[in-house]
Structure formats: C-alpha cells, structure tokens
C-alpha cells in the first residue's frame, strides 16, 4: 500500500516567495499538480492538499485575480481555507511616521488546526508543510509530540530558506524549483461547468 501523503499550504507565504521571483505567470500554479510531482511517486500518493489564505480588501483588481485562483485550485481538489485581514497601526522607527496597514488574519492558525485536525484523524501518514514561516514550528513540534510515526517533510520555494525551527522536527526538506512551478501550471481556460479564465496579469511572457 502506498503511503498517504497530504500537502499543508501557507498561502501568503508562498505567495510572497513567488511574487518575489518576478515572474508573474508563476502565480497561476496547479498546486495538486506540483504536490504530485513533489512526492515519490512509486511509494506514495496524495491524498489531500489543503491552502489556508484571504482576500485582501479594498483592492478590487486583486480580488478578482484571488477569487479566481482559489476556484481553479478548488476545480483539481484542492481546500481553500480563507481567513480574513484587519487593519492595525504601523510606525517607521526611524522617522515616526504612523500608518494604517492591513494584516493577514487566521492563516497560521487555520493552517496548524487543519494539518493537526487530520493528523488525529489518520488522513495521511506523510505530511510536507509549504512554508517558509518559523511560526509553524509549533506545529510541527505538536505533530511529532503527538503522532511521532508519522512523517514531516519542510517545502519551500526556490530563493527562500527553511526554516530552521522547523527543520528541527521534519524528517526531510524540500525546495521547489522554477523549473517544477513552470511544469504544473493551469492553463489559460480551464473547463467545466463553470470554466475559469487565467486572469491576463498571470499571463507567461510569449506563451498561449
């Protein structure tokens, strides 16, 4: 029997660490694709990818563009699980400057609560955790203190570092190439019933 293998996505991580690689065709990723083609094929399967995220508010153009993956990524099987934003006050410690910004809410907690949930209910024997963010620490910590059989794989994408409190507890790492994002992404029209179009910023440089 092939080992279960479920994917936990921290999604405005990941988001970041691929916007930070200036391609923006990078964005419109088939995450169920990627995660099969990260895992050992011959002794594995995926069973589950979860992505925990939120739409950013008052900004249309990016509402439209988030809304539109998280309904691509939901075609293949893939969970979205959204938090939500809150403004909270910023200041320059140089200059004094004072701002309101808005903040990502929930992602952390809903990501460690949906990896944790599926851990006490034995969905998979093999989890990779997609995050650059030393606050998942906690949460492999608790997974290992607590379902020590099962296995924690740290995933990050290419030009970013794992983090090293997590690495502590996974028993393997991951980084993900441009070249594996450039193979698993969605194509421009993805069909059914309600078919979805690449918005025209993820469009790739010279491709259909």
């Known amino acids: 029997m092939p080992i279960r293998s479920a994917f936990y996505i921290d999604g405005f991580n990941v988001y970041h660490a691929i916007d930070d690689l200036g391609r923006p065709h990078y964005k419109w990723l ?44 939901n075609s293949v099987g893939v969970k979205c699980i959204t938090g939500h934003f809150s403004v909270e006050p910023r200041e320059c410690k140089s200059c004094g400057t004072t701002w309101i910004a808005p903040v990502e809410k929930q992602g952390d907690v809903n990501l460690a609560l949906e990896l944790m949930c599926d851990a006490h209910e034995d969905v998979f024997d093999h989890c990779y955790l997609v995050s650059a963010d030393s606050d998942q620490a906690a949460t492999a910590r608790f997974l290992k203190e607590k379902f020590p059989t099962k296995s924690l794989t740290s995933v990050i994408v290419t030009g970013r ?12 790492k991951i980084t993900v190439t441009a070249s594996s994002i450039e193979a698993c992404l969605f194509p421009k029209l993805i069909p059914g019933p309600s078919a979805i179009l690449r918005p025209k910023e993820y469009d790739p440089p010279g491709g259909p």
């Open 30 to 73: 088939d995450w169920m694709a990627l995660s099969n083609r990260l895992i050992p094929s011959s002794t594995e399967r995926v069973v589950k990818v979860s992505m925990c995220t939120a739409i950013k508010p008052k900004d249309p153009g990016k509402q439209i563009r988030h809304r539109a993956y998280i309904k691509a990524l």
């Open 161 to 172: 570092s794992h983090s090293k409190e997590i690495l502590g507890r996974a028993d393997a």
